[in-house]
């Protein structure tokens, strides 16, 4: 298998889009920041790509050093981005790339990944500063908080990638103390009834991410200690 770039942007200044893209039927969403010089905040992009790699829009959120996207099965569009001062979740019309609702939220609750199950939109993140990780419930239609859960743990600080099989919510984390990881299971309610630990010896600060839930009882989750496929 080879790749082929097929389409490219950004890169006349300090430029990354590790954070989550996601896509429709049509297009593909890729969000991304930008510091044009050390000094400068880092402003939050968010760009439409069809399949043919073509430029559709590409939009300026704000000043952001985390910005996240997600879709739901009819195509609705939807972001989270934080600075060290604000964090918005927002719907945005994938047509336009103009914003249908924003919901200010906590300013430091730091969103890292957001998804979509039912007429629900779920967020996790970390209070900033507090090292504690957070899980949000919204109305996925306006943008309305249902429920905010902290969890205060010395093994997590920050809850990073959430996945669902339509019944429930898998959430990794970060370590706070830099020798583990977690895998969480939530219900749709917010209540953990199970989870999973990975270690490193090494003390590098492991951090897992959920890639995959690949069929009804396998749950993929991968960090810098290494693969591991769990049994739900």
């Not at 972001?79 to 103009?98: C, D, L, T």
């Not at 990780?133 to 109305?139: D, N, S, T, V, Y």
């Not at 600080?157 to 969480?184: A, C, E, M």
């Amino acid at each position: 298998m080879s790749l082929e770039i097929i389409s490219s942007f950004g890169a006349s200044h300090i430029d990354k889009s590790k954070y989550d893209s996601s896509a429709t039927s049509e297009a593909i969403f890729i969000p991304w920041v930008e510091q044009k010089n050390n000094e400068d905040p880092w402003l939050g992009h968010l760009t439409k790509l069809d399949y043919d790699g073509d430029i559709k829009w590409m939009k300026q959120i704000g000043n952001a050093d985390t910005i996240t996207s997600e879709t739901d099965t009819v195509g609705n569009l939807y972001i989270a981005w934080s600075n060290s001062n604000q964090s918005f979740v927002s719907e945005i019309y994938p047509a336009s790339g103009e914003v249908k609702w924003s919901t200010e939220i906590f300013s430091k609750h730091q969103i890292q990944d957001l998804k979509v199950v039912g007429s629900k939109l779920y967020a996790v993140g970390t209070f900033r500063g507090a090292k504690t990780p957070i899980l949000k419930a919204f109305e996925k239609t306006d943008g309305t908080i249902l429920w905010e859960k902290e969890t205060r743990t010395t093994l997590s600080s920050v809850y990073t990638d959430v996945q669902s099989d339509g019944t429930h919510l898998f959430v990794s984390s970060s370590s706070q103390l830099g020798i583990s990881g977690q895998v969480y299971k939530f219900d749709l309610s917010g209540v953990a009834s199970s989870e999973w630990f990975g270690s490193d010896s090494g003390g590098n600060g492991v951090g897992l991410s959920l890639i995959h839930i690949s069929e009804p009882t396998r749950l993929l989750s991968i960090g810098d200690a290494g693969v591991c496929v769990e049994k739900k």
